[in-house]
């Protein structure tokens, strides 16, 4: 026969299997598991490949000194944009100079990326990151500047607009800058010494906060530079090879030998047929790497949301994941059940019977 006192045994049994439970609900491997739809952490096997490279350009301008960010021009057949130092360039896929733009306003620390990407009107937009940071010192945040593709080629000056970016794991060094095509999601690929992480911007800006990088997962190896391909797949540069992606979150599929040379940013090029590759000493020029013969997959989509500089319904520091308020909501009831257990083991010590001597 069970007494009170086996009862109260059994309850606080049950009340620390619960509270087991629910805290491995909030702490277990659950809450650390690979998001997904981003990069798995797991290897896998994949080819090595040589595309077919052909320089395409004569030596650059001697302005620019140091290529840092390369893209595709949306508005202009036969143009790319270049950042050099805190200038941003047109030039020819010949190599020769179009146009040359200073940026007003605050000066960038570190340009390192460039992208190109449409505003809610359509328009396309140049994005220039300025998220170098080797030394680790940019604690209060890097910026992203904004600025419409000029229509008209030119020298003269651009007003962007700048965005505070915020890393949710402390400073971060980057060169990696990418821009969804199916959805203008934006991304930053942090570098270290071992490998990096995939951030995902907001899906909505705003000025005069700070928008939170929502971290997605990890890269095991260093990113210095990366594009989307029009179907999705994904190249991202290191030193002397570049590691093509089935997506965004997609597996490995190939590892893409480059050109000495070859080691600054890269784009893609008009036509979506292959990408454009410069080095990163002065005089430097294009290279053409053709894709047609690389190993396909269907891509695996990120997350969704256009790039909106509406500021959004947010505070400061950007929005709660679903994941943060499914955790919140989670230690929530190990909280409730807690203190419950605690209250009904009370009730039950203060319903003991009296002991009385034997008589």
């Known amino acids: 026969m069970t007494d009170q006192y086996g009862r109260g045994r059994q309850s606080s049994r049950a009340l620390a299997a619960t509270v087991a439970v629910l805290a491995g609900l909030v702490t277990g491997p659950s809450a650390y598991a ?49 950042i050099s130092g805190n200038h941003l360039f ?20 570190d340009l390192e990326a460039l992208a190109m990407t449409k ?36 020298n003269g000056t651009l007003r962007p607009q700048r965005y505070k970016l915020g890393y949710p794991d402390g400073p971060q060094n980057a060169r990696t800058l990418l821009v969804d095509p199916s959805d203008q999601r934006v991304y930053v690929v942090s570098m270290s010494a071992t490998g990096g992480n995939v951030y995902a911007l907001p899906a909505a800006l705003g000025l005069g906060m700070t928008n939170a990088l929502t ?9 210095q530079d990366g594009v989307f391909l029009p179907d999705g797949r994904v190249i991202l540069r290191g030193k002397n090879q570049a590691h093509l992606l089935s997506g965004i979150g997609g597996k490995r599929l190939a590892f893409l030998r480059l050109p000495r040379a070859a080691d600054g940013p890269l784009a893609v090029a008009q ?14 020029r294009l290279w053409e790497l053709r894709l047609s013969k690389l190993p396909a997959a269907a891509p695996t989509p990120g997350p969704s949301g256009r790039l909106n500089t509406t500021p959004a319904p947010m ?45």
């Open 271 to 284: 036509g979506g047929g292959s990408i454009l590759v410069t080095g990163t000493a002065p005089k430097s």
């Open 90 to 109: 047109a030039i020819k896929t010949s190599g020769h100079l179009a146009a040359s733009y200073t940026l007003s306003g605050p000066a960038p620390v």
């Open 315 to 359: 505070s400061a520091t950007g929005p709660l994941s679903g994941r943060a308020v499914g955790m919140g909501a989670l230690a929530g009831l190990l909280a409730i059940a807690i203190l419950g257990g605690v209250l009904h083991l009370r009730r039950r010590s203060g319903a003991r019977p009296a002991q009385h001597p034997p008589g």
């Open 34 to 82: 690979a998001v997904p739809g981003v990069l798995n952490p797991t290897p896998t096997p994949a080819v090595q490949a040589t595309p077919a490279v052909q320089a395409t350009s004569s030596p650059f301008d001697q302005r620019i000194v140091k290529p840092t960010g390369l893209t595709t021009s949306s508005l202009h057949r036969g143009v790319m944009w270049v």
């Open 119 to 154: 505003d809610d009107q359509g328009h396309p937009v140049l994005l220039l990151g300025d998220i170098g940071d080797q030394h680790l010192s940019r604690s209060k945040g890097v910026w992203l500047y904004m600025v419409r593709e000029p229509e008209r080629l030119g």
């Open 215 to 223: 971290k997605v997962n990890p890269v095991h190896f260093v990113s």
